[in-house]
């Protein structure tokens, strides 16, 4: 049974940083990449950076490129995504996603259950 379980939201101040933390389980996480995605109250979902089995970053919004980027670790089954520069734009739920290849494609397997960023002053 595959679960992807997102963890390290909550609030935090414009400016300030977190590390968010998808615990990936049911499936080796070393052979694929895993995607990070966002969805602010009212917005459409979208995608923010994926990184591939060997650590390479792409970037999916320009708005995010500078202030965040991801790493992983297979022996703990994580994956991460360090926030740095929060704004209030950065407020939303953030989303882990497996990916159906070592490499940044569009094809998603499975879906952790969201994480919280509320960045308010």
């Known amino acids: 049974q595959v679960h992807l379980v997102e963890s390290g939201g909550g609030l935090v101040q414009p400016g300030g940083s977190l590390r968010l933390s998808c615990e990936v389980s049911?499936?080796?996480?070393?052979?694929?990449?895993m995607a990070w995605f966002r969805q602010a109250p009212g917005k459409e979902r979208e995608a923010v950076l994926c990184?591939?089995?060997?650590?390479?970053?792409?970037y999916y919004a320009n708005a995010v490129e500078g202030r965040f980027t991801s790493d992983r670790d297979n022996a703990k089954s994580t994956v991460y995504l360090q926030l740095n520069n929060l704004k209030l734009e950065d407020t939303a739920v953030y989303y882990c996603?497996?990916?159906?290849?070592?490499?940044?494609?569009?094809?998603?397997?499975?879906w952790g259950q969201g994480t919280r960023v509320t960045v308010s002053s």
């Open positions: 049911g499936f080796p996480l070393d052979p694929y990449a």
């Open positions: 990184i591939s089995s060997s650590g390479g970053i792409t």
């Open positions: 996603a497996s990916v159906d290849s070592r490499w940044c494609t569009d094809d998603y397997d499975y």
